[in-house]
């Protein structure tokens, strides 16, 4: 906390004290009315040390707000005023930051306030620790249980219009963060008498009204229920609706936190059906039926009920109606079956439906403890809560009386137990003298109940255990025997002799001592309820019901399981669980809230005074205070208490810069308190006396209203200065700000002004240079200008004497030249003219004709004879030699060539030269052969078999053998024939065969006719008159027409007694076929026709042949 903050006290703005340990003068009256006081201006906490004693102002109070829950949280205990949260804050806090399981222990009898304050306790935790979404689901459901149970556990009673009718502990569990991880449940007895009947006054538990009042119409009527209170039996109802109490709405609150803790709807609905079960059995009476042995013997009146209970939970009907019926007892291996009679069945009902109640009571607590559970194996911390049914004194106390104040006298035990060890062991620790504190301690009472040999309940369970006839009375005449000497048990009839005559105790009674009063109780019943009996024919029945959660509910029923020892006893399971409860809590560190009820009537600003000061009494409230303050009635660490009393000594105030415990020596020496009012702890400062601490307090409150001046006066001055100093700051920086703002406006308009003239400046000398420039600029121009004309001068007047010295200097070389000449001339003059003149002439014609004989050697042209060039004559004079040499040189080269063949080759050219005769420049074809070689004997008739007998006809040297085409004269159409060259004759055969056409002696041949184009068409033309002109003349056409005409031209030629062959070259010429005479005409062809001649009929007299132009 700092320095500044101011500190609170509980001690500040006190309504009577709130720290009982401070009460002055202590007694009873002092106690009584300081609790008054506090009540009636709605103070309904007050501290007695650390335990928290709880008013019940029976109206709600503004005090349980956010705002509140905010105000003490992370606060101190005694820090403010005393308020439950105070506590819940110190146990949580403990809890969560020195790792303490605490458990906070709520007592009080009924109507006092525990289930509110266990409620008031569980909100604050789950306000103040952590949050987030899975937190908060964990907290909702620890809240939610609790509507859950009250609905079943908690019923109107005289004292409190919603007693809890059964114990609860619960252990919440949080991680080492102090967030909650989940809880568990353990509930002790449930007061389960009550499901059959209920005292006057009094209701059954709540969640029958709720279930008939809230359920819709839909709902009661599958559950076979009707909504008027008065059908069933076993709901009272003189008070069926409770003032303030709205069922309805109850209802669907407790549905809606069923299903926010994890019930399942077919669960919901299982657990509505049981409830619904539980009114019918209610219904179902029975009447006597007289039997021949004279016993009566139970019916089941009317089955109505009976039939829709059954219907209800899957029930044979028969099996249910035998039961209350028929009873089978087992015994070693035998089985007997007895008649029940109309009293025993009632009895087995009602066993029925309490069992079936109580034992669904016990299962809601398990599955709510499986929805809570915490899912997490690490180490929790545990905060345990635990509100148990609050010490009762009826009118009429039963067994179930008995247990609950048993219950409480543990608790009582327990309080005792650490209250007075956590105080001793304080003084200890912190090295105080300690002496003890007289004290009522209860132990004797529990050990009357509990003693294992000759308590109570042992002997009660020896009593049900017995065989023989055992009843109440025989349980009661034990009890007379065995306690009668107990200092705290009474009976009319025991050996103690004084309570003889004490006639209010009746004879079937007997009392106990209670720490907290004198309870009567009646032994009726106390056998039963102890023993817990259940027909097994009945558990058997409802075992074979058809309902899930049936079959659970009794276990024992399964045949298979039969189990014929006897389940232990109510007294002895609820001693056991109570004994592992303490065990439990003494393990953790106790807080302690004590419940007390400010009167009877359940009004609110009603003090009784006489209820009020029983309670205090029998809580040991008195004792509680007295053992607080019989060593010192107030400590405090020396930290805090130096914190708040340092303004009382100057040595102190304001800081203390040693140990706190000196400073707080000092302190008191200071104020001068005598030394028996203190003592000095190891970490606190214990004060005896409440006196003195009030007289702390009151030094402290003077003080503090001097300081409070002082502070004002100083926090005055403080702000003032701040304010001026404020103000004067502000100034500063305003006046700072405007100063530049003023010095920023000159600078520029300077820097501007400075600009303006800065510029002009530099105009200004710009221009001068700019000036001056342009002058070096023209006088180096005009320099230039005057030098290049003047070096102009100069070089053309050189130029002029160069030229004059030149033209002197060649007219004297000439002049000499022509002087040496004469000289020389006139020297020689008689030489030259007689032989120089011809011999320089003839040695420069023959030094001309060897460089040109020398030159003509390398530029020879080649050997070929068809090479035509020649080197150029180098003068004009060589033009006839020049021309004679490439003649003489051209005859050589041909000497040359020719006198390389052979005779062969030689005829072949003598062949070609013929045909160059012929035809050279005269047909158009010949260009075309002088590359071909002529071979004469194409087709090799004498090697070829094919020709084997044309060949035997040839008697001489075939010259020429080819297929030409024989022109018909009818289409112009060519067939091949074999064409056949002797010396003597021509012959034409077909190709195929090789037979003879026509074999044509060369005599008798006359003339050949050729076109002067490039066509191979030939006529062959014969005498007038010999044998073979019969047949008429030959047309016909070959490629290699040259050859053929050619040879047959030598042939002619060769033989000596004839004339030679003619020749005719003409593009039109006549043929002779049979009788008429043919004109064969040749044309050029145009483009379109192609590139192959085409002979055509044009007429009889006509064929038309058109050659492709070259
Ligand atoms: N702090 C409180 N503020 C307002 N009303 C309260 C407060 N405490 C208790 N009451 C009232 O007193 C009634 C009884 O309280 P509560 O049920 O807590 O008693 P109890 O001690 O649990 O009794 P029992 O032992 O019968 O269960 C409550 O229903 C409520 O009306
Ligand atoms: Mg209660």
């Known amino acids: 906390m700092s320095k500044m903050e101011v500190k609170t006290s509980l001690l500040d703005n006190m309504i009577g004290v709130g720290d009982m340990v401070l009460l002055e003068p202590l007694s009873e009256e002092t106690f009584i009315g300081n609790l008054r006081k506090r009540f009636e201006h709605n103070e309904i906490y007050t501290y007695i040390g650390s335990v928290v004693i709880s008013m019940n102002p029976y109206k709600s109070l503004p005090i349980y707000t956010a705002d509140k829950v905010e105000e003490y949280r992370n606060r101190n205990f005694y820090e403010l005023s005393p308020h439950i949260y105070a506590l819940a804050d110190e146990a949580y806090r403990s809890l969560r ?13 009924s109507g006092a306030g525990k289930t509110e304050a266990s409620k008031l306790v569980m909100s604050y935790v789950a306000a103040v620790c952590g949050k987030g979404q899975e937190v908060n689901k964990v907290k909702e459901q620890l809240l939610q249980s609790n509507p859950v149970l009250e609905a079943f556990g908690n019923a109107k009673t005289v004292r409190n219009d919603n007693s809890s009718r059964f114990g609860k502990y619960m252990d919440i569990e949080f991680d080492f963060k102090g967030d909650p991880l989940g809880g568990v449940i353990s509930n002790y007895l449930l007061e389960k008498s009550r499901v059959v009947k209920q ?11 709720q279930l008939l009042s809230g359920a819709s119409d839909d709902t009661l009527k599958k559950l076979k229920l009707d909504r008027d209170f008065s059908k069933y039996n076993y709901l009272s109802l003189d008070s069926a609706t409770v003032n303030g109490l709205d069922d309805a709405a109850n209802f669907r609150t407790v549905r809606n936190a069923m299903q926010i803790v994890g019930f399942m709807e077919d669960e919901l609905q299982s657990v509505m059906e049981l409830v619904a079960a539980v009114l019918k059995l209610g219904n179902i009476e029975f009447k006597p039926e007289s039997r021949v042995n004279g016993f009566d013997e139970s019916r089941v009146k009317d089955k109505n009920d009976l039939k829709e209970m059954c219907e209800l939970l899957g029930i044979e009907q028969s099996v249910l109606e035998r039961a209350f019926s028929y009873r089978t007892v087992e015994a070693k291996m035998e089985k007997v079956s007895t008649t029940l009679n109309v009293a025993q069945a009632y009895y087995a009902r009602d066993a029925l439906a309490k069992n079936l109640y109580s034992r669904m009571f016990s299962w809601l607590v398990t599955r709510i403890n499986e929805s809570i559970k915490a899912q997490t194996k690490s180490r929790k911390k ?5 509100d148990i049914y609050g010490f009762e004194i009826f009118e009429d106390n039963s067994f179930e009386q008995f247990i609950i104040n048993y219950c409480n006298e543990k608790l009582q035990q327990i309080f005792i137990e650490l209250t007075l060890r956590e105080e001793q062991e304080e003084y200890v620790r912190e090295g105080i003298e300690w002496t003890n504190i007289e ?5 004797i009472i529990c050990d009357l109940i509990e003693n294992n ?3 109570i309940l042992a002997m009660l369970d020896e009593e049900c255990l017995r065989p023989g006839t055992v009843t109440d009375e025989t349980f009661l005449d034990k009890l007379n025997t065995i306690c009668a000497e107990h200092q705290h048990f009474e009976s009319r009839l025991s050996k103690n002799s004084k309570f003889l005559t004490d006639h209010s105790l009746p004879h079937s009674c007997f009392r106990i001592q209670h720490y907290a009063g004198k309870v009567l109780y009646r032994v009726e019943g106390f056998v039963d309820k102890n023993n817990d009996l259940l027909y097994r024919d009945l558990s058997q029945a409802m075992y074979k019901a058809n309902h899930s959660l049936m079959k659970l509910l009794f276990p024992e029923g399964n045949p298979a399981k039969v189990n014929l020892k006897r389940p232990p006893t109510a007294g002895f399971q609820f001693k056991a669980s109570v004994g592992t409860l303490m065990k439990n809590l003494q393990t953790k560190n106790p807080n302690y809230i004590r419940c007390i009820k400010p009167n009877d009537k359940k009004a609110s600003q009603v003090f009784t005074d006489s209820l009020v000061c029983h309670q205090v009494r029998y809580l040991g409230l008195m004792e509680n205070v007295r053992v607080r303050r019989a060593g010192y009635a107030f400590r405090q660490a020396y930290e805090p208490c130096l914190e708040r009393y340092k303004m009382l000594c100057k040595q102190t105030w304001p800081h203390w810069k040693g140990p706190a415990r000196e400073g707080v020596e000092v302190l008191l020496k200071g104020l001068e308190v005598p030394e028996e009012e203190f003592a000095y702890g190891r970490s606190k400062i214990f004060i005896r006396n409440p006196r003195t601490l009030f007289f702390l307090e009151e030094k402290r409150r003077q003080c503090l209203e001097d300081l409070a001046t002082l502070i ?17 700051k502000s100034q500063v920086v305003v006046s700072a700000w405007y100063r530049r703002y003023a010095q920023q406006q000159k600078y520029k308009k300077i820097k501007s002004s400075s600009i303006v003239v800065q510029s002009f400046i530099r105009g200004w000398k710009a221009r001068k240079i700019l000036r001056e420039l342009k002058y070096q600029k023209r006088c180096k121009e005009a320099v230039t200008t005057i030098s290049a004309y003047w070096h102009g001068t100069q070089a053309r007047r050189e130029l002029k004497r160069l030229k004059e010295e030149a033209r002197r200097k060649h007219a004297v070389a000439v002049i000499w030249a022509y002087w040496l000449g004469l000289k020389v001339r006139r020297e020689y003059r008689k030489f030259f003219r007689a032989n120089a003149g011809k011999k320089i002439y003839e040695f420069t014609i023959q030094k001309i004709m060897q460089k040109y004989f020398l030159g003509l050697k390398n530029t020879m042209p080649s050997m070929s004879p068809i090479d035509k060039t020649w080197p150029a004559r180098p003068y004009l004079f060589l033009d006839g030699t020049h021309q004679e040499l490439r003649r003489i040189f ?3 080269r041909c000497k040359k060539y020719r006198s390389q063949f052979t005779e062969e080759k030689k005829a072949i050219y003598e062949e070609k030269l013929e045909a160059s005769k012929i035809f050279k420049d005269k047909k158009a074809l010949y260009p075309s052969s002088v590359g071909q070689p002529f071979k004469g004997d194409y087709l090799e008739i004498n090697k070829n078999p094919k020709y084997q007998k044309l060949n035997s006809v040839m008697d001489e040297k075939v010259l020429l053998a080819d297929v030409v085409n024989k022109i018909n004269r009818a289409n112009g159409k060519g067939a091949p024939r074999i064409f056949l060259l002797t010396k003597k004759k021509f012959v034409l055969a077909d190709q195929k065969t090789g037979q003879v056409k026509a074999s044509v002696p060369l005599p008798d041949l006359n003339s050949v006719s050729v076109s002067t184009q490039s066509d191979g068409f030939f006529a062959l033309k014969l005498k007038e008159g010999t044998p073979s002109a019969a047949k008429g003349d030959f047309l016909l056409s070959s490629d290699r027409l040259i050859e053929i005409i050619t040879k047959l031209h030598r042939t002619g030629a060769a033989s000596a007694e004839r004339e030679t062959i003619g020749v005719d070259i003409s593009d039109e010429f006549l043929v002779q076929f049979k009788q008429d005479k043919v004109c064969v005409k040749f044309i050029q ?4 026709n192609g590139n192959s001649v085409a002979c055509k009929r044009k007429n009889n007299r006509l064929l038309e042949v058109s050659v492709p132009s070259p």
Do not use: S
């Open 382 to 386: 545990v905060m345990g809560v635990l």
């Open 439 to 443: 004290y009522f301690n209860n132990a």
């Open 453 to 455: 040999q000759n308590g």
């Open 712 to 728: 004002q006066k100083i926090y005055r001055g403080w702000k003032c200065r701040t304010h001026f100093l404020l103000l004067k």
């Open 1085 to 1088: 062809a145009g483009p379109k």
């Open 199 to 209: 005292p006057r006054g009094e209701r059954n538990f709540h969640i029958f009204y």
């Open 97 to 109: 930051d020195q790792d303490k399981d605490q458990c906070i222990l709520i007592t009080g009898e």
């Open 890 to 892: 051209h005859l050589w």
